[in-house]
């Protein structure tokens, strides 16, 4: 089964997160390239200069500092990224420059006739010209319990609303938000972790997550949970007023 991710250029948890599911993916499911949807800050497109301003004045100063300088370790010192990612995995590297349904975008994905498209961290909403390219469809991680937490930072407003645990949730896109049924669904117990922590355990058992997903797919025997529209609410970036409250609250970055 021939696979394409669509992800984007995060330093800090995607390309680690994408060796491993790399690394542990079966060797019966071959990955034929991936393709580097442009970053994102507030849902919407950013460059370096925008994205310190938008960190600065959101999450406030500690927060800039802290994860300045683990930039600057990782881009100086580690170096791991997407592109070194994959190019240690022998990968073609695609990036996309504007809008991912575009028809060049598209040609690109064609070209490699994929059974199945895998979206990780991919920062823009696919249309069914992208979605229809491959016959089993595209899969989806949200790192947060569906339908319930659809939209950004769902591991972030968990913790705000102050639950006991956070889940995993894969599934097929569809032309909605976070709205496709779903395949797989595990949670995880929020104990005195920080936000980045819990990110970090949520994008390792989502790669598991994802596989088994793909497992399924490939079996064609399986059955999907409801993604219950009735029940679903939509969280979206979060204001500089709700990080003051994550934090009053005895919450961590």
């Not at 498209?117 to 949200?142: D, E, R, V």
Request: net charge positive; charged share 25%.
């Amino acid at each position: 089964m021939k696979l394409i991710i669509l992800t984007q250029d995060d330093p800090f948890y995607l390309p680690e997160a994408i060796d491993y599911f790399l690394k542990t993916l079966p060797k019966n499911f071959k990955v034929q390239s991936i393709v580097l949807l442009p970053q994102t800050v507030s849902g919407r497109k950013t460059n370096f200069f925008l994205k310190i301003f938008d960190t600065f004045k959101i999450f406030g100063f500690w927060f800039f500092l802290k994860y300045t300088i683990r930039y600057l370790v990782q881009k100086i010192f580690i170096r791991k990224t997407i592109t070194k990612i994959s190019h240690e995995h022998n990968l073609p590297i695609y990036e996309v420059y504007g809008s991912i349904n575009n028809q060049e975008n598209v040609k690109y994905i064609k070209k490699f006739s994929p059974d199945i498209l895998i979206s990780i961290g991919a920062s823009q909403i696919f249309k069914k010209q992208i979605f229809n390219l491959a016959p089993c469809g595209c899969l989806n991680l949200h790192t947060g319990l569906l339908p319930r937490y659809r939209g950004l930072m769902p591991t972030f407003w968990a913790m705000l609303n102050g639950e006991n645990e956070i889940g995993i949730s894969v599934f097929e896109v569809d032309e909605g938000i976070d709205s496709g049924p779903i395949l797989i669904q595990k949670t995880i117990a929020i104990n005195a972790e920080t936000h980045s922590a819990i990110i970090k355990k949520t994008k390792k058992i989502g790669m598991d997550s994802i596989i088994e997903a793909i497992i399924l797919k490939s079996c064609g025997d399986y059955t999907t949970l409801k993604n219950d529209e009735s029940k679903a609410t939509y969280f979206g970036f979060p204001s500089r007023k709700d990080v003051k409250i994550f934090l009053k609250s005895g919450k961590r970055f």
